[in-house]
């Protein structure tokens, strides 16, 4: 009896142990382009996705694991001067719970039909061309 309630333990160990968020990493992208990589998070982290303004004029946006306490934030970071701090950027994390939830939104609109359409069309346009 012992050794079935021992086997059972290890079989739900394995799980737990295989239970870890995956979570898409971009340290600073601009204008919407961010090189990411997968990361695997703490835990107590969430996967977030930071949407941001830097220089009151360039967006910017950052991917990864955050600490839970700080999901759905905005904040500024400041950069110290002698006369007064100056905002280097505002940034707004919006955090997420399941595995790769930080991807990158997809093409508005871009569905398999009207991208089906949308190559018929310049197919034809081509044809007529030619």
Known sequence: MNRIILQLFAVGF???VGQALQCYKCKLGFWNLCITSKD??????RCFSGV???ASFMNITMKGCLAEADCNS????NFPSSS????????T???CN?????AA?????????SLTFATITALLVAKVLV
């Open 98 to 102: 399941t595995d790769l939830c930080n």
């Open 14 to 16: 394995c799980f737990a």
């Open 84 to 91: 007064s701090n100056t905002t280097v950027y505002t940034m």
């Open 40 to 45: 695997t998070c703490d835990e107590g982290e």
């Open 105 to 113: 939104p997809g093409l508005p609109g871009a569905s398999g039909l």
């Open 93 to 95: 994390k919006t955090c």
């Open 52 to 54: 941001g303004t830097a």
């Open 74 to 77: 905005t904040k500024e970071v």
